[in-house]
């Protein structure tokens, strides 16, 4: 696929807007490929991802970028316009566990993650050789009576790698809510569990007490509420009274692989919206 | 949820038809509540279907009747349109199985599709007590070396009920290329395997000697060429070693009723397209 | 299969249970068809089910009912006996939703379900049609003010139907303390959510609320504390931002008639056992 | 969970056989932590697994070793018998893509698979890289005119290296039957469909083409035809028309990865047994 330009937008429902934004990039001659809109009736608010070919594309970015205020201040909307060939600069906190840092890891070396991992940042020396093996700086934060100060270095780190989403992959330490409000929806975590079943700590003993024949995994972005953010994804697996505590830790590592990877797959395909407590997917 | 209207387009993709078609409905105070479209673009193949409010609409089903094909030119492309409060007439063929039969009857019964079954048809005389319990019409044409016959009378029958679908609920008859062409793309039926596997007669006893750990069901449109038309849905299950083949009958019928509802569901929502060998479903 | 014996122990564990059991079936000319056991290893607690064949076992029906409390007197165990061709007796208790008490019938009418229901009872008159198309004795008993007397008055007829298990299938209706020790671990209940979230009234309203992207439905033991007795079995189902509380309600009733009727077949098979919180599936 | 010992038999059904072995075992003072077996009464086959505590076990491995034979030779069947703590020694081949590879090795490296690698063969030199991140040796055999010349070389690895499994984690190259014959039912394959489905070259392009709307993965044992060995595991996942063949390869690693580390994990625990075309796993 060659390159694409994708505009977001998230406003107060109104009549016509596919109509004005659609007609305004037929003006300019693209060619879209995708569209998807979902209007929220209760609320009544509205949100459009849509996706055209820069092949074409009467607007350069220079002009694109002049045009398109113009086009949202007559539609009273904001919007937001990305470009599919400016990588993403994501940035994984971990701690003890490899499995979610390997998954990532390896997605991006196979292509299926169209992002780039400029730092890894952990509160334990742990995990620093598989940092080496993909050739990724490693910054080591210990965590303990200096939180505030390690968060303002990670936070410097943050800013002049220009990173653009925070990934916690199984990262053992609460986030302070001035941290997490430095990156306002661009914070999403792992949590072992389907949430909001068993949040907090050891969800897996939680899971093995109560005695479901289901567990999960959960990933969410990130608010000051402990597990309380908005879902982006979640997935779940049968077990048995045969499983022990250690099988339920081993077989949730398959899903919380695989819903945190998900999850960053959608942000930096640029298509999750927060309304409320809920997340849209277009 | 108010009353609707959907507008379907199956045509070669060229720049501007969303925002033509968007604009048409805004230009007459439409509002869009749901926009889904798609292009194949190996084929440059453009399919839209567009849901917006009838209350509010400024113009009638007569004007639009007479607005559309205007429109429809000056695109070059073709519509469809339909009113959700206009109930779909859908025939169910049956042999001696009732779990599918049952199963449509009771989503009827609950709401959940909205659809009106105005005949049950059968080669067999086994399944009248179920069409009674439900107060259907049931005719009972026995298969045979009439089948040529049978299938005038069954055609018949379906014009005089104004029949806009015709499901196959574990119908044991292939029905001849004469029958489905009057309905194209308008007969759909349930195979009880995951196609293209196990196709053709006795599924889950083929699946049984091969030895497959998962079982499925499939439901599709239905072609002159047998379970080879395109595919609407599948489900899939795990099985063991420990089932026999009656099992494997037993747990599919579960799939096989999902499937087909799910199909059926996606129908009368006019969410289906054709295209090639594959379904769209917007 | 032919009619066959199933023996069910729990215990606690101690060294040559199985040997010994096995043994005296041998003995007796049994041929084994089936032998699962599970050691919880945490509070060493032995659990064990064997199915042989009747045909060529050397004891009678009285004769295994005298020489099976030897055996267990001499393992210091207990045990239970059960023959496959005595069906179980089942009372469905509903309120107003059809979904699970349909699905129930009709698994008995396919002979998916190895039992019979002698009696549904209900707390409000809307079913009777439903019981009457199965020809199944329904009684009303409206709740109110007067449900001391009305559990009095239900238990009666259960007792002069010798039920062996009580089916809450969608009863909207907590049943009294007194009530549940008459049936210990012999009343079974179907949860509209994936316990244990969303326990109490209007569980997908919750799971709308809360935004999560799976729902579930849950069987489990009913015990005096509301939601909250051992897990039976559970399924979950993806749902979308598109889902409104009704579609949730309507993908939602799937998953409630598949749990409880899977519930209710490893009840009616003798596979369920409870371990303090958890169920054994054997 | 402390060191076990592991008695595999498949052999005759035949009375009693369940009742010798535990009586056996208990007569030796072990205590059975785990029992399965089945009984295929359509070929009147009996295959069990039986592991119990090496502690407190009264036989030593040589005396253990003297005393099986005979219990065999009383009951007229062979046995098996694995001590957990001597690991499987797996070799894996691999030829240009690298999922498998890396999740086979990341759950040796965490734990999850009790086994030891001690080489890595392929018939390409891409992954060589990997192999020398987790420090395995590599042997690169480059396919050509002289496979049978090579695959003697390959055997020569395989026996120094005294390999009890070998796995194709997606080793592009058809292996000759002389070869197979040499690890009977020690060969795993892993194919990117849903067998029977989609065998042979090109898969997910095949699937893309039929308009499936599930795609699957299958772990099998390989024999001299092509895909038709006994199936392992099989895994499926929901596909739409939105999804490309690249999309259907990417989504599909994941079932790839899952079946054949399933595979795996059943063999090295000793839990495979292989029943004409059937696989039966205790």
Same sequence: chains 1, 2, 3, 4.
């Avoid at 009467?58 to 316009?81: C, F, H, M, W």
């Avoid at 303990?144 to 916690?168: F, M, P, W, Y």
């Avoid at 697996?237 to 830790?249: A, G, P, R």
Wanted: hydrophobic share 45%; proline share 4%; with cysteine.
């Amino acid at each position: 696929m060659g390159k694409t330009i994708i505009l977001r937008i998230q406003s107060a429902d109104k009549k016509g807007l596919v109509a004005s934004v659609t007609g305004f990039i037929f003006k300019h001659k693209g060619n879209i490929i995708r569209l998807d809109q979902y209007t929220n009736s209760v609320d009544n608010k509205f949100f459009m991802r849509v996706e055209w070919e820069a092949k074409g594309f009467a607007l350069s970015k220079d002009q694109l970028q002049k045009e398109l205020p113009k086009l949202a201040r007559t539609l009273g909307i904001s919007v937001q316009v990305f470009y599919s060939d400016e990588l993403p600069q994501v940035a994984l906190f971990v701690s003890k566990y490899d499995h979610c840092l390997f998954d990532l890891l390896l997605r991006v070396r196979s292509g299926e993650l169209a992002m780039e991992i400029p730092l890894i940042i952990s509160n334990h020396p742990d995990l620093e050789d598989v940092a080496n093996m993909f050739s990724i700086p490693f910054y080591y934060f210990p965590s303990g009576k200096h939180n505030a100060t390690q968060e303002k270095n990670i936070l410097k780190e943050l800013r002049s790698a220009n990173v653009d989403l925070v990934v916690l992959a199984r990262y053992m330490q609460v986030l302070s809510k001035g941290f997490v409000e430095q990156y306002p929806w661009k914070v999403i975590n792992v949590h072992h569990s389907f949430l909001p079943a068993f949040s907090g700590a050891k969800p897996y003993h939680q899971a093995y007490a109560r005695g479901v024949k289901v567990i999960g995994a959960t990933s969410h972005f990130v608010t000051e509420k402990l597990d309380a953010g908005p879902i982006i994804e979640q997935e779940t697996i049968k077990i048995s009274h045969e499983d022990s505590v250690e099988d339920l830790v081993m077989k949730g590592r398959d899903l919380e692989r695989k819903v945190l990877a998900q999850a960053v797959q959608l942000f930096i395909q640029h298509r999750l919206f927060v309304d409320g407590q809920r997340t849209i997917i277009l």
